[in-house]
């Protein structure tokens, strides 16, 4: 009879889930031979295929080596570097980084030598290396973690003046002989002379070619402003921070910042 599908089909067994006759679908198309039938798994989408194996997560992943950018390739090239994927960057220190993308600038010494020196801003190399005043490991001296925010100020711009940390050992031994003067440093931590302080940061920094000046153009040597020390409202006494030029905080030994009360330019020169 014509449209009668079940009668052209005499030969070919219903399936009894399947009205239509159909046989089932496996990775490779329809099963047609008693093997493949036998071979069937009821686990394999009729659609996809046969499930996916669960990855092996005991896998070690590889790292994979990925081009750098053609400015980061010209750096690395004139700093001496010659491989262009991303293992070129171990073989920078975090500090070579910091190097690199420091702002520097140079000033002549009395015979016309050039001295390296680097600039008061959010790119000075030594940052992260500059201690809060209450350091645990400058607990030995409580004064410092009470009263000594302009101390430490003023030893954070001879520390990234030159690009060099100071050790907390260093701290304690420009504190130990700053002391001993009054003129220096009086009671609780009253910075008399920031210019004799810096000088004893800067000599335990092995730095003997260069001086600071706070608040004064020294006279008779050329001298380059750097940045502003200041001090802010907080409790009866105020709190010193370092900003740089524009007003910018760049290092601050404690938490408290806001408006100054009082400002003094910090300038550098050779010796």
Same mark, same amino acid.
């Given at each position: ?10 030969? &070919? ?10 046989? %089932? ?33 005991? !896998?070690?992943?590889?790292?994979? =080596? ?8 010209? /750096?690395? !090239? ?12 171990? /073989? ?23 001295? +390296?020196?680097?600039?008061?801003? &959010?790119?000075?190399?030594? /940052?992260?290396? *500059? ?23 003023? *030893? ?7 690009? =060099?940390? *100071?050790?907390?050992? =260093? ?8 002391? +001993? ?15 004799? *302080?810096?000088?004893? %940061? /800067? ?13 004064? =153009? ?43 009360? &009082? ?7 050779? &010796?």
């Amino acid at each position: 009879m014509k449209g009668d599908w079940y009668r052209s089909r005499p030969n &070919k067994p219903i399936n009894s889930t399947d009205p239509t006759g159909l046989v %089932a679908y496996g990775p490779n198309g329809p099963y047609n031979t008693d093997e493949e039938k036998g071979n069937y798994n009821p686990e394999w989408n009729t659609t996809y295929g046969p499930k996916e194996k669960p990855k092996d997560d005991t !896998t070690t992943p590889t790292n994979p =080596q990925i081009p750098l950018p053609k400015f980061l390739i010209n /750096l690395f !090239t004139s700093s001496g570097i010659t491989k262009d994927t991303d293992s070129a960057f171990y /073989l920078f220190s975090a500090e070579r980084i910091r190097e690199i993308l420091a702002t520097k600038y140079f000033i002549n010494d009395k015979s016309g030598n050039l001295i +390296k020196l680097y600039a008061i801003d &959010k790119y000075n190399p030594v /940052l992260k290396d *500059l201690m809060k005043q209450t350091d645990e490991r400058l607990s030995s001296i409580p004064d410092i973690g009470k009263w000594g925010c302009y101390f430490m100020s003023v *030893l954070g711009y001879a520390q990234m003046t030159v690009g =060099q940390p *100071l050790s907390a050992e =260093q701290i304690i031994s420009i504190w130990n002989q700053a002391v +001993k003067n009054p003129k220096i440093l009086s009671n609780k931590a009253d910075v008399r002379n920031p210019d004799l *302080l810096a000088k004893i %940061a /800067l000599a335990e920094l092995g730095r003997s070619d260069i001086g600071l000046a706070f608040g004064y =153009q020294p006279p008779g040597v050329s001298s380059t402003a750097i940045g502003v020390s200041t001090k802010v409202p907080y409790s009866t006494t105020g709190h010193y921070i370092a900003r740089d030029l524009f007003g910018n905080t760049i290092y601050n030994s404690g938490n408290t910042d806001g408006i100054s009360t &009082k400002e003094a330019t910090v300038y550098v020169h050779a &010796k």
